[in-house]
Nanobody
Framework: QVQLVESGGGLVQPGGSLRLSCAAS????????MGWYRRAPGNQRELVAT???????DYADSVKGRFTISGDNAKSTVYLQMNNLKPEDTAVYYC?????????WGQGTQVTVSS
């Protein structure tokens, strides 16, 4: 089992920044990729960014150049630095972690971009 705890969401003005954190615990030795997804009202959940255990990253086109995903292996934590936020980034952001056999989700954290 893997437990994921997210933090760092909130309300920010357009052009502002936020950093989300996702702390993993439990059977983390088997994790091979972690990432962030989001779901805006009325939309399906979509990929935001992922990072593999070797440090390779991938981003949705809509966030490239604005968001950065990173990991701290010592703390078993993944971060999502979000800069130049736009109203269309408003969503619930979910942390995800995958093992070869299972996918785990955090509880979600709300990000609202509004003036």
């Amino acid at each position: 089992q893997v437990q994921l705890v997210e933090s760092g969401g909130g309300l920010v003005q357009p052009g502002g920044s936020l950093r989300l954190s996702c702390a993993a615990s439990g059977s983390i030795f088997s994790l091979y990729v972690m990432g962030w997804y989001r779901r805006a009202p009325g939309n399906q959940r979509e990929l935001v960014a992922t990072i593999t255990s070797s440090g390779s990253t991938d981003y949705a086109d809509s966030v490239k150049g604005r968001f950065t995903i990173s990991g701290d292996n010592a703390k078993s934590t993944v971060y999502l630095q979000m800069n130049n936020l736009k109203p269309e980034d408003t969503a619930v952001y979910y942390c995800n972690a995958k093992t070869p056999t299972r996918s785990y989700w955090g509880q979600g954290t709300q990000v609202t971009v509004s003036s």
